[in-house]
């Protein structure tokens, strides 16, 4: 028997509580996994949220155990390439969607799922990084590749109080370019700028519509709101600037043109993390585990237990939640 948020699907919508759940449930539900592990920590991310919620579909398979990241320890394995004691990391897969996750003191995963925990970085550290982290590095990642040079070149960060924002913030900081941080909480200012954030600006001067090309000014852009925000965020890239989408926080729309791409020669890269390839997941972790300063982690990061994930839940897709929150799973 061990503990697990979860969600039943009603009448009345989806419920979610804490309840223990016995082993045999778990290899039931989860009967393609080759490795138990035991969930030392978990995180919760805005996809988490819309599940715990029911605000929007997440969920497609009932009941489920939500938590699309975790971090622990190997307890059993039949996977060739892990072994019991092997500390491990995963993000996305259609965990906590289609397949029991990680809000829980254990889940049975797929082997080809999980990444080795790298050296230096610890579970509460890799869920403080969480998807959103990752995701964020993914981006950082996505800049450099498509030549974005470190030479102080100035870069937009947008939703940058969230999880995405505060560690590609901190990310691009570190790696020495000019990060200007959008956010619309301006309480938030002093954080960001301890993050590393150059400049603070007011989401509403990116989120309102705007002309298709407007005047340059960022080398590169990592997104994690859409619609909008990233249309203007394209129609200011300076001439072959890279822009990074992640998210769709303001909506999946794009009302945007061709202008940005064809007479500036912009470059607007689609970025995913849950169905990343692992050559590319591990690219991530190492640098990560390298180039994330681990004083800045510990400031953009809050902890909660199993029981305060419910209340947590909505606060944060009201943009209420600051940073990043990691989920002790064993309180």
């Known amino acids: 028997m061990f503990n697990a948020l979860y969600l039943e699907k009603t009448d009345q919508g989806t419920r979610a509580t804490r309840r223990g759940v016995e082993d045999g449930e778990l290899d039931a539900q989860a009967a393609d996994g080759d490795v138990v592990v035991r969930i030392a920590w978990s995180t919760v991310n805005y996809k988490d949220a819309l599940a715990v919620t029911g605000r929007a579909p997440v969920v497609r ?9 975790g971090a622990g320890v190997v307890e059993s394995s039949t996977h060739p390439g892990f072994v019991t004691g092997d500390q491990v990391v995963l993000n996305g897969w259609g965990v906590g969607e289609t397949h029991w996750g990680c809000l829980a003191q254990k889940a049975r995963l797929k082997g080809d799922w999980l990444i080795k925990l790298p ?6 550290e890799a869920m403080a990084v969480g998807t959103a982290g990752y995701t964020a590095m993914l981006c950082a990642i996505a800049l450099e590749r498509h030549g974005l040079e470190r030479n102080g070149a100035e870069v ?3 939703g940058a109080a969230g999880g995405v924002g505060s560690v590609a913030v901190s990310i691009l900081s570190g790696w020495g370019y000019r990060v200007v941080a959008s956010t619309g909480r301006p309480e938030e200012a002093e954080y960001l700028k301890q993050l590393g954030a150059a400049e603070v600006i007011d989401r509403t001067s990116l989120s309102t519509a705007g ?3 407007q005047k340059e000014r960022w080398a590169g852009v990592i997104d994690s709101v859409g619609s909008t925000t990233l249309a203007n965020a ?3 890239a300076r001439y072959r600037g890279v822009v ?3 998210g769709l926080a303001q909506g999946m729309d794009l009302p945007s043109s061709v202008a940005p791409f064809i007479l500036r020669g912009v470059r607007l890269i689609g970025v995913d993390s849950v169905m990343c390839p692992r050559g590319d997941r591990q690219q991530a972790w190492d640098r990560i585990a390298s180039d994330l300063d681990h004083g800045k982690l510990a ?8 029981d305060d994930v419910i209340a947590l839940a909505p606060r944060l897709l009201e943009g209420k ?3 990043r929150t990691v989920v002790d799973v064993n309180r």
């Not at 398979?61 to 990241?69: F, L, N, S, Y």
């Not at 050296?119 to 509460?124: E, H, I, L």
């Not at 400031?299 to 199993?306: D, P, R």
């Open 321 to 323: 939640v600051r940073g």
């Open 299 to 306: 400031t953009m990061t809050g902890e909660i237990g199993l």
């Open 211 to 213: 002309k298709p090309l």
């Open 119 to 124: 050296s230096g970085v610890t579970p509460r």
């Open 244 to 246: 990074a989408a992640c």
């Open 234 to 236: 394209c129609a200011q």
């Open 156 to 158: 937009l960060v947008t």
């Open 61 to 69: 398979k009932w009941p489920m155990v939500p938590g699309i990241d």
